[in-house]
């Protein structure tokens, strides 16, 4: 029973971490090493039991994860319950130092990559295994599998959004010129991408091409779902950017969310 239980809070705990990636580009640009950090902490504490997280990577990737189904922090908010904040993560409440978690983190992300060799197929392992890397500061190794990933899968727009934020997190939030390629290269592959839309967008913003950005934002709400829990986020944006322009944020992004049908 008490293994059961093991495998059970572990499972949680990676799922909370990879939530907390796929949130990240929506919460605090802040902080974006810390979703990291919550990805990695997550990612080694799932490790610990051995088959069940080779079991895990082993499944496609659900139908079911998508953006629209994840509720979002507000622009400036941190990422709260979804970062791990555990001993492996070295906070306050840690019975080691940062060293200490740090060597605990490469090794379990060594371990992962040790699994991954035998799934040279699993998209998604692979695309966690680059993400790791990059929250330990391997950024080159990081490239490296992304590199390899973007090769193998070329028309794949969830490899390119992750390659792009990868690149972004790395950068504390800030879009380099090569992020913002491949978000525009997500985004003229699949128009209807949320995600790569509003990165797309924050790219414009920070490139100071302000209007650019509001007009993409403002696209995205007015084609956003009722119930879409992302939707309050784009209009925070949507009224940031029309400050920024010195015009008036119309009312769709001013008005409460219209209720679901």
Known sequence: MIMIWAILIALSVLAAGLLAYALWPWASQRQPRLVYRGLVAA??????????????LSQPA??????????????GATTGAFVWDGPLAGGAGSTGGPHQADMSLD???????????SQPDNRDGW???GRSYAAL?????????FADLVKKWPDDV????????????????????????????AVAADPAHVRAQYDLALAESQAG?????????LALLKGAPA????????????????AKLGIKAPDIATAPAPAAP
């Open 137 to 145: 500061g391997n950024i080159d190794g990081a490239k490296a599998v």
């Open 127 to 129: 695309v966690l295994l």
């Open 62 to 75: 659900p139908a079911a994860v998508d953006l629209s189904a994840f509720p979002l922090p507000k622009d």
């Open 209 to 217: 091409e302000e209007q650019a950005a509001y007009d993409r934002w």
């Open 43 to 56: 990612l080694a504490a799932a490790v610990l039991v051995g088959p069940s997280l080779a079991y895990r």
């Open 227 to 242: 119930d879409a829990p992302w939707r309050q986020e784009v209009a925070a944006r949507v009224r940031d950017s029309a």
């Open 107 to 117: 090794v379990m992300t060594a371990r992962l990559a040790e699994k991954l060799k």
């Open 158 to 185: 969830e490899v390119k959004v992750a390659y792009g934020e990868m690149l972004m997190a790395a950068n504390d939030g800030k879009i380099s010129p090569e992020a913002r390629r491949i978000f525009a290269a």
